[in-house]
């Protein structure tokens, strides 16, 4: 169970979620990974205003993957 859920919130959720078809829970997911790539995007947008979209995505892929920053 969550830790930052009411134990009557996690159950109805869970119930939700066994009701979901796989194809419901993979678009799901994919909603999921997209908002986190934009708001991993807009915190580099607001630590680096001067980069461009290529060194943007180069960032993202940077922070996503773990490796170290560029010299």
Do not use: H
């Not at 134990?7 to 799901?28: K, N, S, W």
């Not at 997209?34 to 940077?62: F, H, M, V, W």
């Amino acid at each position: 169970m969550p830790f930052d859920t009411a134990p009557e919130a996690a159950r109805i959720q869970e119930e939700i979620f066994r009701r979901v078809t796989p194809a419901q829970r993979l678009g799901m997911a994919l909603e999921m990974s997209e908002s986190l790539r934009n708001i991993a995007l807009a915190g580099i947008c607001s630590r680096q205003p001067e980069l461009k979209t290529q060194d943007l995505a180069r960032e993202l892929y940077r922070i996503m993957y773990g490796l170290p920053p560029r010299p």
